[in-house]
């Protein structure tokens, strides 16, 4: 059973980065399209981000793009979400999640793994 979990949320200023990052085990990431989701109160789980498995290509949501850094970590079955200059607007619970299309989306309905999400708070 293929299973992610999420690490590094917390609290940071307005301004600030974090990294977050999500190990897989049970199955090998690399060849999964993979992509970062955030839910805030109240609010429906939105794509953040994604990597397809079929040609490396990459998404965005428009208000991260320039912002926020998507990769994956092969040699340690991860991936990662790079967070610059954070606003109070992305304040939520981050989750990575794994599917088997072509090439990603921002479509949680697209993907079959989620970890258990991780807080990530903006605020002075």
């Known amino acids: 059973q293929g299973q992610l979990v999420e690490s590094g949320g917390g609290l940071v200023q307005p301004g600030g980065s974090l990294r977050l990052s999500c190990a897989a085990s049970g199955f090998t990431l690399r060849y999964y399209t993979v992509g970062w989701f955030r839910q805030a109160p109240g609010k429906e789980r939105e794509g953040v981000s994604c990597?397809?498995?079929?040609?490396?290509?990459?998404w965005y949501k428009e208000s991260v793009k320039g912002r926020f850094t998507i990769s994956r970590d092969n040699a340690k079955n991860m991936m990662l979400l790079q967070m610059n200059s954070l606003k109070a607007e992305d304040t939520a619970v981050y989750f990575c999640?794994?599917?088997?299309?072509?090439?990603?989306?921002?479509?949680?309905?697209?993907?079959?793994?989620w970890g258990q999400g991780t807080q990530v708070t903006v605020s002075s």
């Open positions: 990597v397809s498995a079929g040609d490396g290509g990459t």
């Open positions: 999640a794994a599917g088997s299309d072509y090439y990603c989306t921002g479509d949680p309905s697209d993907y079959d793994y």
